[in-house]
């Protein structure tokens, strides 16, 4: 093959998979869906320490995840002793949660999703976001800007009108390798409420990973939950029993 075809053809495979990229850059949905994929990809499993900064006090607990797809979760908290054993379930629109000192598994109502979680920032609204900020709302691409080399995209989140959200709009912002680096959330009066900021970023399981991020309040801003991903694997093989009832309030 003479040269002149050889360099043509190289070209033309470079462009092709160059151009899926640029059109992904401007679908701020698209771009959404890439974080979240890059967050949980089909399946992982996790160890994370949480840090929760409050009124009265600092108190560290450890916990394990595993996921699967985008609408499947459960996050079991391994220390301190105190804590041991609390565990959620996230199965698609349903969220369980078990208390080992009552021994029993409670299916939390919708009106309780905004009520905190394990006594930190988190509200158990935050651990079923990912295909809701996806498929609930309506995105659009404000800005994108250059920081440490990348591109930095900025979208607006508004929900679709019908969805049950107490949220008037996110603001999310994704860095251009699809790691989260934040997320706004305003009340219906446009009213910034609290934020969640990624403070590391660091190479786990393989991939770039928002590896400490933080949510706290903008009214006490001196009162925040951070949670550390110590490590974690993804796209591995998960027994099917993992995410069910009967496994959440007796591990196997």
């Known amino acids: 093959m003479p040269a002149l075809t050889r ?11 160059v151009v899926p990229r640029m059109a992904l850059a401007q ?12 967050w949980r990809a089909e399946t992982s499993h996790a160890v994370m320490e949480m840090t929760i900064r409050g009124a009265s006090g600092t108190r560290s607990l450890t916990m394990e995840s ?3 797809g985008r609408d ?10 105190r804590d041991a054993g609390n565990a959620t379930l996230q199965a698609g629109r349903r969220t369980y949660v078990f208390n080992p000192r009552l021994n029993q598994v409670i299916q939390l109502p919708a009106s309780a999703m905004q009520q905190s979680w394990m006594g930190s920032d988190f509200s158990y609204n935050d651990l079923t976001k990912t295909e809701a900020l996806v498929n609930d709302y309506t995105h659009r691409l404000l800005e994108t800007r250059r920081a440490g080399g990348r591109n930095i995209y900025v979208i607006e989140a508004i929900p679709k009108r019908g969805k049950p959200i107490v949220w008037g709009k996110q603001i999310v912002t994704v860095r251009d390798d699809y790691v989260l680096l934040g997320q706004q959330f305003y009340d219906q009066t446009g009213v910034l409420v609290r934020e969640m900021v990624t403070g590391k970023v660091r190479n786990i399981g393989g991939r770039p990973y928002p590896a400490e991020i933080t949510m ?10 951070r949670v550390v991903t110590k490590s974690a694997e993804f796209d591995l093989a998960l027994p099917g029993y993992l995410f069910t009832r009967s496994n959440l309030q007796n591990p196997r």
């Open 216 to 225: 706290s309040s903008v009214a006490t801003p001196d009162q925040w939950t």
């Open 27 to 38: 679908d701020p949905q698209a771009i959404l869906r890439a974080a979240f994929n890059n």
């Open 66 to 68: 595993w996921t699967k």
């Open 72 to 81: 499947t979760a459960l996050v079991r908290f391994t220390a301190p002793a």
């Open 7 to 17: 360099r043509h053809l190289i070209a033309t495979s470079a462009a092709f998979l």
